[in-house]
């Protein structure tokens, strides 16, 4: 089946670290994704995963991937108010055709306090 | 590089009334999608082109939606008629993956186009 889940919200104080968590049902995802989304703007790729990896980092950001529990999260490190945003994990499925299909989340929205 | 633009950014219409949104994807973008996000979800899928061809338009209601991709760069999608829970944002994304590309595809995001429906 098709079902990426995440928390509603998290609220930190400036400086600490954020953890967001997303679980997604399909063992056949290949690569997995964070994007944010600011107040009435797009979504914004912030990261990504290769499925066969366990972590990435990029600056502030760590992704971590437990393949085996089906379960992403994304660290940031020493969050400023600037991160307050909705965070989206999507996992991709290759399609018969031979595209990419993304199944996303329904989003964690993350409120950083000054 | 100019990202993903789209037009209008906000549209208020009335029920059964008809709307048009336009899409413009990053340059040489061979996938397009359009997706639905209802307030407090994740975006949804509606349609997805490669090219001018549709992939996937599984979850598109064509008995009111509509979606075409003529030369294979920009995209309209329409409703018509609208109903009240059609209001949401409509954004739309684009790819370079063409079929049987190994390795990611990933997608780029336009601002969308937020519309209510009263």
Redesign the interface.
């Known amino acids: 089946g098709e079902d990426?889940e995440q928390s509603l919200f998290l609220s930190v104080r400036e400086g600490d670290s954020s953890v967001i968590n997303c679980t997604y049902t399909d063992s056949s995802s290949?690569?997995l994704?964070w994007?944010k989304q600011e107040p009435?703007?797009?979504?914004?790729?912030l990261t990504?995963i290769?499925s066969n990896m366990d972590m990435k980092q990029d600056q502030r950001l760590t992704v971590l991937l437990n393949k085996k529990d089906k379960h992403l999260s994304l660290r940031i490190a020493d969050t400023q108010t600037g991160d307050s945003a909705i965070y989206?994990c999507?996992e991709?499925l290759r399609?018969t055709?031979?595209?990419?299909?993304?199944i996303?989340?329904?989003?964690t929205r993350l409120k950083v306090l000054a | 590089e100019a990202g993903?633009a789209q037009s209008p950014r906000y549209k208020i219409i009335e029920k059964r009334q008809s709307v048009a949104f336009w899409c413009n994807p990053i340059s040489g973008h061979a996938?397009l999608?359009w997706y639905q996000q209802i307030l407090?979800?994740?975006?949804?899928?509606l349609i997805?082109f490669?090219n001018n061809g549709v992939?996937?338009d599984s979850q598109l209601p064509k008995d009111r939606f509509s979606a075409e991709r003529l030369k294979g760069v920009d995209s309209t999608l329409k409703i018509q008629p609208a109903k009240l829970e059609d209001s949401a944002v409509y954004?739309c994304?684009s790819?370079l993956?063409v079929?049987?590309?190994e390795g990611?595809?990933?997608?780029?995001?336009?601002?969308?186009t937020?519309l209510t429906v009263l």
């Open positions: 990426v290949t690569y994704y994007y009435g703007a797009g979504l914004q790729l990504y290769f989206f999507a991709t399609t055709s031979g595209t990419y299909k993304y996303f989340g329904t989003g | 993903v996938t999608y407090g979800q994740g975006p949804k899928l997805q490669q992939v996937d954004l994304a790819s993956a079929v049987r590309t990611t595809d990933t997608q780029y995001f336009g601002p969308g937020r």
